[in-house]
T-cell receptor
Framework: GENVEQHPSTLSVQEGDSAVIKCTYS??????FPWYKQELGKRPQLIID?????GEKKDQRIAVTLNKTAKHFSLHITETQPEDSAVYFC?????????????FGRGTQLTVWP | GAGVSQSPRYKVAKRGQDVALRCDPI?????LFWYQQALGQGPEFLTY????????KSGLPSDRFFAERPEGSVSTLKIQRTQQEDSAVYLC???????????????FGEGSWLTVV
């Protein structure tokens, strides 16, 4: 199956700074890469995703970049705010015969200090 | 409904007790997933349904775990003879289409927090 590794496990930034979280995956057939934000005790919520036919996608302060050759993708948050503090998970599907199965990274605890 | 609904939200079970966790997916969603999330970890896949068909149950950790979706909507995850290592959040998720790998958004429920004592 897919192996998704995520770094760093914790990240502390000052309000207004940028934050970058990186993930690598193993299955070259993977073609869809979502990022989820999970606040304490809440459900994981999709914040952005990217498909393999593009290299970058932006949504206001959030962007995701994908390097298919190197099999890694990154989440970029600019102008961070305290409400960005949460655990962020990257995920990737297995492109093989298993349908619908997402493999998640272990998460990054982002803390934004005011 | 507005989102994926799960019940109970919190469950404390004595070791050896059977538990049943319910998931109401978003209306019309074909795909339904169960994930297990241990404290401080990412969600781990348990099983996947396309309508009423259980297409992948390779993530179920043992034969004590059983899931069903008999009418292609509501799903139940049953854990028999619970053990302490079963303590986790059980997340249900659904998506509209039949192949998540084609980039269809997966929506998660709030989860059922199971504590086995």
């Amino acid at each position: 199956g897919e192996n998704v590794e995520q770094h760093p496990s914790t990240l502390s930034v000052q309000e207004g700074d940028s934050a970058v979280i990186k993930c690598t995956y193993s299955d070259s057939a993977s073609n869809y890469f979502p990022w989820y934000k999970q606040e304490l005790g809440k459900r994981p919520q999709l914040i952005i995703d990217i498909r393999s036919n593009v290299g970058e996608k932006k949504d206001q302060r959030i962007a995701v970049t994908l390097n298919k050759t190197a099999k890694h993708f990154s989440l970029h948050i600019t102008e961070t705010q305290p409400e960005d503090s949460a655990v962020y998970f990257c995920a990737a599907p297995w492109g093989g015969s298993t349908l619908g199965r997402l493999y998640f990274g272990r998460g990054t605890q982002l803390t934004v200090w005011p | 409904g507005a989102g994926v609904s799960q019940s109970p939200r919190y469950k404390v079970a004595k070791r050896g007790q059977d538990v049943a966790l319910r998931c109401d997916p978003i209306s019309g969603h074909v795909s339904l997933f169960w994930y297990q999330q241990a404290l401080g970890q990412g969600p781990e896949f348990l099983t996947y349904f396309q309508n009423e068909a259980q297409l992948d149950k390779s993530g179920l950790p043992s034969d004590r775990f059983f899931a069903e979706r008999p009418e292609g909507s509501v799903s139940t995850l049953k854990i028999q003879r619970t053990q302490q290592e079963d303590s986790a959040v059980y997340l249900c998720a659904s998506s509209y289409r039949d192949r998540a790998s084609r980039g269809n958004t997966i929506y998660f429920g709030e989860g059922s927090w199971l504590t086995v004592v």
